[in-house]
């Protein structure tokens, strides 16, 4: 788990400073598209550009033809520790039962299946 601290200048939807941070997010991006697991955790002050980070990093994957998945930790759901996890999948399975390819969703599927075992009953 690569945990990457943010403090940058945010203006809009540009973050400065944050070079080094999203080289990072792309090194783990390479990782888990070469197979090998990978997972990244964006942490820091409030509105030093977390969510403007990811939001570019997710442009950058959807662009390469990858999938991103991001969730929030919310202050006030501090009971449920992988809320932000859930929410992620929840976010992406919602997309997936309702996207017009069935193919994807098929094969995301039977990933699932044969990665979870019975355990994706």
Request: glycine share 8%; proline share 2%; charged share 20%.
């Amino acid at each position: 788990v690569e945990q990457i601290s943010v403090c940058g200048l945010e203006s809009n939807d540009t973050v400065y400073g944050q070079r080094e941070e999203f080289e990072l997010l792309q090194k783990c991006y390479w990782k888990a598209s070469s197979r090998r697991e990978d997972f990244a955790i964006i942490t820091g002050p409030s509105g030093s550009g977390k969510s403007v980070l990811a939001r570019q990093f997710s442009n950058y994957v959807v662009e390469d033809g990858g999938t991103f998945l991001s969730g929030k930790f919310e202050q006030f759901q501090q009971a449920m520790p992988f809320s932000a996890i859930t929410n992620a999948f929840d976010e992406y399975c919602s997309a997936l039962v309702g996207s017009s390819e069935s193919a994807h969703a098929t094969k995301v599927a039977s990933a699932l299946r044969e990665n979870l075992g019975r355990d994706a009953l």
